[in-house]
């Protein structure tokens, strides 16, 4: 029976060589996989270049997945993922409305500010990683929708126009997430995830007494 190399293996399908991999060791070669994507990008790497730079074989960087594309994509997946863990456990016990939102848009600053500007380049201009870029920033713009509803309720934000912030904060990440705010305002993504924090809690926050 004639056995396909690696490279061959359909998406899902798990080798020998796959399934003797241990968790810990597919972990770290995700982790530093996902290091030098985000400091270099992908579009310009070979598998050659990945397994050199990381140090193994290529049969072990296939071992992980059965494609380049599902390489990187594997790689921003992970980053997201550790991403959003980071940002949640910070936010968590945060019950203030106003302070979960700046803690939380900082956090995604933050964590942005990891990104190179050829990783992003990179991101946004190949479908599969721009899908799962996508689904972070809408996952994100739902994060500060429910804070809003929750200080609305609480009578720490304006009521008026309250939904309208919500859905303006929906543009203006996907607005970032596409570059737009960024070529306009010469900010780098990080810092616009902070601006966009401050920006929402000036126009939500009561305030109270004579101007």
Known sequence: MTVKPPWMTPPGVHTARTRRMSAARREEL?????GLVLAEGFARL????????????????YAV???KEQLVVLAVRH???????????????????????AAYLAGLGAEMRRMSPECYA??????????????NSLAAAQHVRESIQ???????FRAVNADFVGAAVSL???????GE???????????????????????????????
């Open 65 to 67: 997945a059965a494609s």
């Open 181 to 211: 705010l960024l070529d306009r305002t010469g900010l780098a993504m990080g810092d616009a995830y902070t601006e966009l924090g401050n920006l929402v809690l000036a126009a939500l926050t009561n305030h109270t007494g004579a101007p």
């Open 172 to 178: 203006l990440i996907d607005s970032i997430q596409h």
């Open 46 to 61: 070979t598998v050659d270049d990945l397994a050199s730079r990381l140090q193994c074989s290529k049969s072990t960087l």
């Open 30 to 34: 995700l982790r530093q996989l996902a």
């Open 122 to 135: 990179d991101m946004v201009t190949t479908q599969a990683t721009a899908e799962i870029y996508a689904r």
């Open 150 to 156: 929750d200080g609305v309720a609480s009578g720490e």
């Open 79 to 101: 980053f997201f993922t550790e991403s959003a863990a980071r940002v949640s456990e910070k936010v968590a016990p945060i019950t203030d409305p106003s302070q979960r939102i």
